[in-house]
Structures are given as structure tokens and as C-alpha cells.
């Protein structure tokens, strides 16, 4: 099956600065999606983006498909982004939106 | 809405024993999942549904049993509970609207068998 893998696994930041989170994956994809899940666990998606570029506020993403890659940019990061971020796919040819996670990354920003 | 909900929020199981783990969403999903996820894991699919009456194995459904008879709830069942499956399990469900899908989970069930 389709391959995905996170870096950095582990991030410490502090209040205000920008970072950058990377997914590969090992195969074309037709759903890439990522998630936050807070320190209380709970998870919630940020971005449908199986191609191209979004933001929503201080969050943005960029997926290049055909170099199966996507980066998720923070900037001015806040306390409350921490938590897990993880990127999750399904492989082209499917159609149930089963999707793969990777790992993720670690995030912690402190005060 | 309700969103995703799932209960019971924690349990503690002897081994052999079996529970069941229930899910339900208001939003009219066609799509639900079962993950699990271990510590510093991802989560991987257990078993999904695209409707009601259809279901099928994800990636680790061995140890786990589903049903799909409405549209809202997607029961998981453990039989003879083991240690390996001390774990957070989260239901989700998805829709796809104007080609963007999106997927939502319940706050999660975590399970501690010994």
C-alpha cells in the first residue's frame, strides 16, 4: 500500500515563530488531507488538498503531486497550535476515502 | 449537531472478555471508519462503511467485528479482548461535497485491557 512519511517527527518553537511540516508519500494520490490533533486528543481537519495551495488565517498548505509531496506552513505560532499534526492520503484509484496517516509530527510551542 | 459521538470515553477490560464500542453521527455520513491508534502512532484503519448494510477491512481487522444497519450508528465489537488491543479508538465519518471530502472524528474511546 501507499507509503507516507512525516518529518521532522518532534518540533519545539517558541510563540511567534513559523515553521514548516512536510509529508511524503510513495505513490500519486487523488485525497490528501491534514489534521490536528489537540494535547485532549480530539481531532480536527485543516485542509482538504490534494493538489495546489490553501490558507485559512495563519495555516496554509501546499501539495506538489506530481513530486508527491505536501508541506503545511504555521506562522506566528500560538501555544494552542500544539498537538500532533498529521498528514493522511489515499492512493489514486480509490474511491472510499479510506485514508493512510503518516506519523506526524510532533508540535510544541512554548510561551 | 452532535457531530461524532462515541462512547463509552474510557473502560478497563479483563482478557477474553469482549465490549462493544459504539459510534454515531447526525450529519447524514455515507462514509464511517474505525481507527486505532497506539502511542507516537499514526491511526489505522480497522474496518470502514460506505452505507448502510456495506462494510468492509481496513489495514488491522483482525480481533474486531462491525455492523452497519442505519446510516448513523457503526458499532465496533471486541471479542475475546487481548492486551494487544489496549489502545484510543476513533470513529469517524466523511462526505464529499463539490469534489472536497472531508472527514470527521469523535472524541475517542480509549481502552486498557489487562
Known amino acids: 500500500g501507499i507509503q507516507v512519511e512525516q518529518s521532522p517527527p518532534d518540533l519545539i518553537l517558541q510563540e511567534g515563530a513559523n515553521s514548516t511540516l512536510r509529508c511524503n508519500f510513495s505513490d500519486s494520490v487523488n485525497n490528501l488531507q491534514w489534521f490536528h490533533q489537540n494535547p485532549w486528543g480530539q481531532l480536527i481537519n485543516l485542509f482538504y488538498?490534494?493538489?495546489g495551495t490553501k490558507q485559512n488565517g495563519r495555516l496554509s498548505a501546499t501539495t506538489v503531486a506530481t513530486e508527491r509531496y505536501s508541506l503545511l506552513y504555521i506562522s506566528s505560532s500560538q501555544t494552542t497550535d500544539s498537538g500532533v499534526y498529521f498528514c493522511?492520503?489515499?492512493?489514486?484509484?480509490?474511491?472510499?476515502?479510506?485514508?493512510?496517516f503518516g506519523k506526524g509530527t510532533l508540535l510544541t510551542v512554548n510561551p | 449537531n452532535a457531530g461524532v459521538t462515541q462512547t463509552p470515553k474510557f473502560r478497563i477490560l479483563k482478557i477474553g472478555q469482549s465490549m462493544t464500542l459504539q459510534c454515531t453521527q447526525d450529519m447524514n455520513h455515507n462514509y464511517m471508519y474505525w481507527y486505532r491508534q497506539d502511542p507516537g502512532m499514526g491511526l489505522k484503519l480497522i474496518y470502514y462503511?460506505?452505507?448502510?448494510?456495506?462494510?468492509d477491512k481496513g489495514e488491522v481487522p483482525n480481533g474486531y467485528n462491525v455492523s452497519r444497519s442505519t446510516t448513523e450508528d457503526f458499532p465496533l465489537r471486541l471479542e475475546l479482548a487481548a492486551p494487544s488491543q489496549t489502545s484510543v479508538y476513533f470513529c469517524a465519518s466523511s462526505y464529499s461535497t463539490s469534489g472536497v471530502v472531508t472527514q470527521y472524528f469523535g472524541p475517542g474511546t480509549r481502552l486498557l485491557v489487562l
Open positions: 488538498i490534494p493538489s
Open positions: 493522511a492520503v489515499e492512493g489514486s484509484g480509490g474511491s472510499n476515502y479510506k485514508l493512510t
Open positions: 462503511s460506505v452505507g448502510a448494510g456495506i462494510t
